[in-house]
């Protein structure tokens, strides 16, 4: 099982970028799918993009489809999330994920997470 850090958080204002990162360690990081969630005061967490082992396959929320993109360096036990044009409701507590043996459909469901991170904040002022 991978443990997860995010990190890249941060104050910024409306149509600004900002890149997270998500360093694993442990073995295999190459073989899991990995995703980005997020959860704003008073709302449940939700997905936001998704990718395979490969980095091949990707899947993204609509919410963030054209503005957000997600990657991967497997020499490196990283994922991103590259994210643009960032509005005020895109403010969240951005959380990464790892899946064993899942696909980025079954990621983006939550059905079966094996490690979460431990979270960084996104303010986005107007």
């Known amino acids: 099982q991978v443990q997860l850090a995010e990190s890249g958080g941060g104050l910024v204002q409306a149509g600004a970028s900002l890149r997270l990162s998500c360093a694993a360690s442990?073995?295999?990081?190459?073989?899991?799918?990995m995703g980005w969630f997020r959860q704003a005061p008073g709302k449940e967490r939700e997905f936001v993009a998704a990718?395979?082992?490969?980095?091949?396959?990707?899947y993204s929320a609509d919410s963030v489809k054209g503005r957000f993109t997600i990657s991967r360096d497997n020499a490196k036990n990283t994922v991103y999330l590259q994210m643009n044009s960032l509005k005020p409701e895109d403010t969240a507590v951005y959380f990464c994920?790892?899946?064993?043996?899942?696909?980025?459909?079954?990621?983006?469901?939550?059905?079966?997470?094996?490690?979460w991170g431990q979270g960084t904040q996104v303010t986005v002022s107007s």
């Open positions: 442990g073995r295999a990081f190459g073989t899991y799918v």
């Open positions: 990718i395979n082992w490969s980095g091949g396959t990707t």
């Open positions: 994920a790892a899946d064993r043996f899942g696909t980025t459909q079954s990621m983006a469901r939550m059905e079966r997470i094996d490690s």
